[in-house]
């Protein structure tokens, strides 16, 4: 079994950037791969960046690559979401979510673990 807790949303001005953090419960952290979700009102929960588990690769939506970066310290069993140039259209309530299930990790059912979200508001 796995918690997830995420801390770092609010409120920040279209431009700015916010840094989100999901901190993990459980001993084998760096084998879970790691993603990070998003869902605004009205539409369903989306892919937006995962982290494989044992280092093996990184993946991004293509409405964030080049602005957001997702990374992992599993010395302190959390994953980071590094979110710079934010647009209106990021706003969301944003979900961390862990699996240990092989496929497709962009796939919102291969995930296990999810925690409770995030509110993260860009204002134009």
């Known amino acids: 079994q796995v918690q997830l807790g995420e801390s770092g949303g609010g409120l920040v001005q279209a431009g700015g950037s916010l840094r989100l953090s999901c901190a993990a419960s459980?001993?084998?952290?760096?084998?879970?791969?790691m993603g990070w979700f998003r869902q605004a009102p009205g539409k369903e929960r989306e892919f937006v960046a995962g982290s494989a588990g044992c280092g093996s690769g990184t993946a991004y939506s293509y409405a964030v690559k080049e602005r957001f970066t997702i990374s992992r310290d599993n010395t302190k069993n959390t994953v980071y979401l590094q979110m710079n140039s934010l647009k209106p259209e990021d706003t969301a309530v944003y979900y961390c979510?862990?699996?240990?299930?092989?496929?497709?990790?962009?796939?919102?059912?291969?995930?296990?673990?999810w925690g409770q979200g995030t509110q993260v508001t860009v204002s134009s």
């Open positions: 979510a862990a699996t240990q299930n092989p496929g497709n990790y962009l796939v919102r059912s291969l995930y296990d673990y």
């Open positions: 459980g001993r084998t952290f760096s084998t879970y791969t």
